[in-house]
């Protein structure tokens, strides 16, 4: 049974540093690349950050460039999500999610194209 277990939300103040985990079981982890995905109240899932297989590829949404870092632990099946200078609008549920490698990391930005979730875990940041 495939688990990914999202872990390290809670509430900060603006400017504040958290760092996110996501361990993984029950899969191949070098077989997945890993994303992160946001969903604030009433809005869409929207992608956050993803890391390839091997951690040579990375993407970013533009909203979080420079200020958020994935990284990938393949010996301990975990990929993390270090966030700096946290804003207000960074408060969502943040979910990990696994994306079949040999999809092609061309579709790493969609959510539909994952295989795996997390149960997600929430970021609260005040101003």
């Known amino acids: 049974q495939v688990q990914l277990v999202d872990s390290g939300g809670g509430s900060v103040q603006g400017g504040a540093s958290l760092t996110l985990s996501c361990a993984a079981s029950?899969?191949?982890?070098?077989?997945?690349?890993m994303g992160w995905f946001r969903q604030a109240p009433g809005k869409a899932r929207e992608f956050v950050a993803a890391i390839s297989w091997s951690g040579g590829a990375l993407d970013y949404a533009d909203s979080v460039k420079g200020r958020f870092t994935i990284s990938r632990d393949n010996a301990k099946n975990t990929a993390y999500l270090q966030m700096n200078t946290l804003r207000p609008e960074d408060t969502a549920v943040y979910f990990c999610?696994?994306?079949?490698?040999?999809?092609?990391?061309?579709?790493?930005?969609?959510?539909?194209?994952?295989?795996?979730w997390g149960q997600g875990t929430q970021v609260t940041v005040s101003s």
């Open positions: 999610a696994a994306h079949n490698r040999f999809s092609g990391f061309r579709t790493i930005t969609s959510f539909q194209r994952y295989a795996f």
């Open positions: 029950g899969l191949i982890f070098v077989n997945y690349d």
